[in-house]
């Protein structure tokens, strides 16, 4: 998710933003609450946290396992009976 910061905000600590956006980070540059410019990594990949890495391998270990429904086993005739 990108951080907002006002035009005034950026000018001011233009370099810690760039350091930022170098490391991953994107923010929106607004001017009298309007967006008006997004400050992003050129090569549009973002670095993750080490939190973020943690929580991205979870996620993918629930998907590979599936979740339970309580369903029990389906086929195609089950799926299809009619009433």
């Given at each position: 998710m990108s951080k907002t910061i006002s035009l005034g905000e950026a000018n001011q600590?233009?370099?810690?933003?760039?350091r930022e956006v170098e490391a991953g980070e994107e923010y929106v540059i607004t001017r009298k609450g309007e967006p008006v410019?997004?400050?992003v990594p050129v090569s549009g990949r973002r670095v993750l946290t080490?939190?973020?890495e943690a929580a991205r391998a979870r996620?993918?270990?629930?998907?590979e396992q599936g979740w339970?429904?309580?369903a029990g086993p389906?086929?195609?005739d089950a799926l299809h009976e009619r009433k």
């Open positions: 600590a233009f370099a810690r933003c760039i410019a997004r400050l080490p939190e973020q996620a993918r270990a629930c998907t339970p429904i309580g389906l086929d195609r």
